[in-house]
């Protein structure tokens, strides 16, 4: 058995591309968690979602024996995060079942925008913080210069911070080391009653329920009777194991220690992250504070194109909510799509993420609409309510008030592509707060409205500045606005999941370019189709969909003209009968496309 003083339970954390999943690498090799032949790159990036895009969605935990320089052997358990900013939560969650942190930080990049939000993560969560200086084998870096830039942009000292290539494995065993001699020692009793917190969960189909725990006091073993306290669901654990990075069974899990366990739960509402676990004969008094709720801030609704698969989307959906805590849904129903769900993400690539998981891991065919923010609305007769669908938007009479979501942006951007960003912000209805100078890069905070952000802003960004900008953002309340409904008609019928909510000034402008798009995107018919923006009653730009046209008058040769007038009077009635009762299929990735409008 391991003793408490024995035990690091650390995270690694940084800004994306910073190295975090290869340092994660060398850490698993050194201490052999892993044979050569077994290791693979981004070893813990499993998903194959992961893999492709090179980035970390999921939050990885794996338990590691070190053999110090001081003859002890260590238990080591190691959790790698995201660094985008619509996995900011999964982050929180991590720093949650940990003592310490791995700051990363690229020597050729510096300090970017996540770098300094999940540093504050880590401060708030309490953690011992160890500076890390990546990428040192590149001829770029620049260490004294980026040790400087952490002293003064986040106030950690940076003076005596670990050198590392991830890539090569140089300066690992250092880092190693500081870990062992600088991270605190997890406290626990393992007399008291158990408690654990459930920090991650997900469903595994032979298994049920897999719940990843970290226990606090108590012991967790096989056999044993347990119960959730938010719940007061009771369960058997069937089998204990830890992550090595292979599951590796155990026979119990003490204080300190994070592994996971399976009790043939069927039920995923009955293992919430963020639940204690505790034992069901000798109870705990009351449970631990658990993780504050996330808040989604961009919603769309998800339907089937097949009704008949509405149960499983349901279940799909049941899953990735288990697996990833910050995804919310509802079920709601639309004239025009049927029965569906609406579904809150913490951002567009959250959204994106979700969307191919769900047509890869369970092949369904989803019409996604607009994604929106939350808005506030105060009706004439004094009731107050949440509009989460642009489609349920009251007669424009009916509404005193409307309010948006504003957020507080952080940007940092090298000072010659300042200019542009600038411009960007102010285009957004974006109001400068501070601008200040590190080194050679600016930084920039803005209160900028959400729903100007969620379309194509981090996409517009990132190409103003070639890719050299770095943006995190927090909401930041909510702000009366003069908000309007844009229609999308086809053929003179609303789409409802084409309407959108936006500011007045910018309407006719979003929507000739959602027009201009749609008319690039829907493929051409036997008849003409027409594609409008409306406010209300009023039109305010139109596109058309010009019809095939077939040579009707091909066999007629010479003769009397009224005889191909003829037939292209009978092609004209037929193609006005054709307009009226034929139905538009718009492609699924219509919907997307058409929203990623750049407005330039």
């Known amino acids: ?11 690694i954390i940084a800004h994306i591309d910073h190295g975090k999943s290869t340092l994660a690498d060398r850490i698993i090799e050194h201490c052999g968690g892993l044979e050569a032949r077994e290791m693979s790159k981004q070893v813990l990036d499993n998903m194959e979602l992961e893999q492709e895009r090179g980035i970390t969605i999921k939050a990885q935990t794996v338990r590691l024996t070190y053999k110090a320089k001081n003859g002890e052997t260590y238990q080591l358990n190691l959790v790698d995060t995201p660094g985008h900013v619509d996995f900011s939560y999964e982050v929180s969650r991590s720093l949650r079942a940990c003592e310490g942190s791995l ?39 620049e260490p004294e210069r980026i040790k400087a830039q952490i002293e003064e942009i986040i106030g950690l000292e940076a003076e005596d911070a670990l050198a590392v290539s991830a890539k090569t494995g140089e300066g690992v ?19 008291a009653p158990l408690k654990a917190l459930v920090v991650d969960s997900w469903y595994d189909a032979y298994l049920g329920v897999v719940t990843l725990i970290r226990v606090k006091d108590g012991q967790l073993g096989k056999g044993q009777k347990i119960r959730m306290m938010g719940t007061g669901a009771v369960h058997l654990v069937d089998r204990v194991g830890v ?13 300190g220690e994070i592994g996971f366990i399976t009790a043939s739960i069927k039920d995923i509402a ?28 961009v919603f769309c609704g998800m339907f089937p194109t097949d009704a008949a698969q509405f149960e499983d989307l349901r279940e799909a959906l049941g899953r990735l909510r288990l697996n990833d805590a910050s995804f919310e849904f509802e079920t709601e129903h639309s004239g025009a799509l049927g029965f569906g769900f609406r579904c809150g993400f913490l951002g567009l690539l959250h959204l994106e993420i979700i969307q191919e998981r769900l047509s890869r891991e369970f092949d369904l065919d989803l019409v ?18 949440e509009l989460h669908n642009p489609a349920d938007m009251p007669d424009p009479t009916q509404i005193k008030q409307l309010e948006e979501p504003w957020i507080k942006a952080t940007i940092l951007v090298p000072d010659d592509h300042l200019g542009a960003v600038l411009s960007l912000c102010t285009e957004k209805r974006g109001q400068q707060i501070e601008l200040t100078y590190v080194g050679s890069r600016a930084m920039l905070v803005y209160r900028l409205p959400l729903n100007e952000v969620v379309y194509d802003f981090y996409d517009r960004l990132k190409s103003m500045s070639r890719g050299y900008a770095s943006f995190d953002y927090q909401l930041d309340g909510y702000d009366p606005a003069d908000l309007v409904k844009l229609s999308i008609l086809i053929n003179g019928d609303p789409v409802d999941s084409l309407a959108l909510v936006v500011h007045k000034t910018m309407a006719e402008s979003r929507g000739r370019a959602l027009c201009q798009r749609l008319k690039e995107l829907i493929p051409r018919q036997m008849y003409q189709v027409a594609l409008q923006a409306a406010i209300g009653g009023k039109i305010i730009a139109r596109e058309t969909v010009k019809a095939f046209r077939k040579d009707v008058t091909a066999k007629c040769y010479g003769g009397d003209v009224s005889r191909k007038r003829k037939l292209l009077e009978k092609q004209k009635a037929g193609k006005k009968r054709m307009r009226q009762i034929g139905k538009i299929e718009i492609p699924q990735e219509a919907f997307l496309a058409a929203l990623k409008m750049d407005n330039s």
């Open 243 to 255: 992550f090595t990075p292979k599951a590796q069974p155990v026979d119990a899990l003490k204080p």
């Open 368 to 385: 996604i609409t607009a994604p929106s923010v939350v808005y506030k609305l105060e009706k004439t007769d004094g009731t107050r309510l």
């Open 173 to 191: 065993d250092d880092v190693l080391e500081s870990i062992v001699s600088d991270l605190p020692p997890p406290s626990g009793d393992s007399t």
């Open 103 to 141: 700051l990363l930080v690229d020597s050729t990049q510096g300090v970017e925008a996540q770098t300094l939000a999940n540093a504050y993560q880590a401060i708030d969560a309490d953690h011992e913080i160890l500076p890390v200086l990546n990428k040192i084998d590149l001829p770029a870096s």
């Open 1 to 11: 058995m391991t003793s408490l003083e024995k035990i690091r339970n650390f995270s």
């Open 270 to 297: 009955d293992a919430r992250v963020g639940d204690t676990i505790t034992d069901d004969r000798k109870p705990a008094d009351e449970p631990l504070s658990g993780f504050r709720p996330s808040q989604p801030v």
